[in-house]
C-alpha cells in the first residue's frame, strides 16, 4: 500500500489549495476503519497534527488551522482531502499524509509543499 498525495503550491494570504492523499491498493473495506490525518512539518521542527478523522468518524483541528480547514474522507475512493481556506503565511509547510488500520500499520504519504506568500 502506497500513499500519493498531491495539491500542494503556492498561493497568496487568503487564497485557498486542496490537497488529495490516495491510499494505493488498500483494500477499500479496510479503508472503512482506517484512521486518516494530515501533518505538517516546517524545517528544524517537529511533525505537527493538523487535522484527523477518527474510525469512529470523530475530526479533530489543530488550534492554528480550525475555522479554515476542513478535513474529509472518500471511503469509496480511498481518498483523504484537507481543504485550506483563508490561507496564512504561518501555514507554509510541508504537508504529510498519513494512515492507520490495524492491517496496514502506519502509512505515510511523500510531503506536500505548501507556501504561502504575504
Known amino acids: 500500500v502506497q500513499l500519493q498525495a498531491c495539491g500542494g503550491g503556492s498561493v497568496q494570504a487568503g487564497g485557498f489549495l486542496r490537497l488529495a492523499c490516495k491510499a494505493t491498493?488498500?483494500?477499500?473495506?479496510?479503508?472503512?476503519?482506517?484512521?486518516v490525518a494530515w501533518y505538517r512539518q516546517t524545517p528544524g521542527k517537529q511533525r505537527d497534527l493538523v487535522a484527523q478523522i477518527s474510525t469512529d468518524g470523530q475530526t479533530t483541528y489543530a488550534d492554528p488551522v480550525k475555522g479554515r480547514f476542513t478535513i474529509s474522507k472518500d471511503n469509496s475512493r480511498k481518498t483523504v482531502y484537507l481543504q485550506m481556506n483563508n490561507l496564512k503565511p504561518e501555514d507554509t509547510a510541508v504537508y504529510f499524509c498519513?494512515?492507520?488500520?490495524?492491517?496496514?500499520?502506519?502509512?505515510w504519504g511523500h510531503g506536500t509543499l505548501v507556501t504561502v506568500s504575504s
Open positions: 491498493r488498500m483494500i477499500t473495506s479496510t479503508f472503512w476503519s482506517t484512521n
Open positions: 498519513n494512515m492507520r488500520n490495524s492491517y496496514n500499520g502506519d502509512l
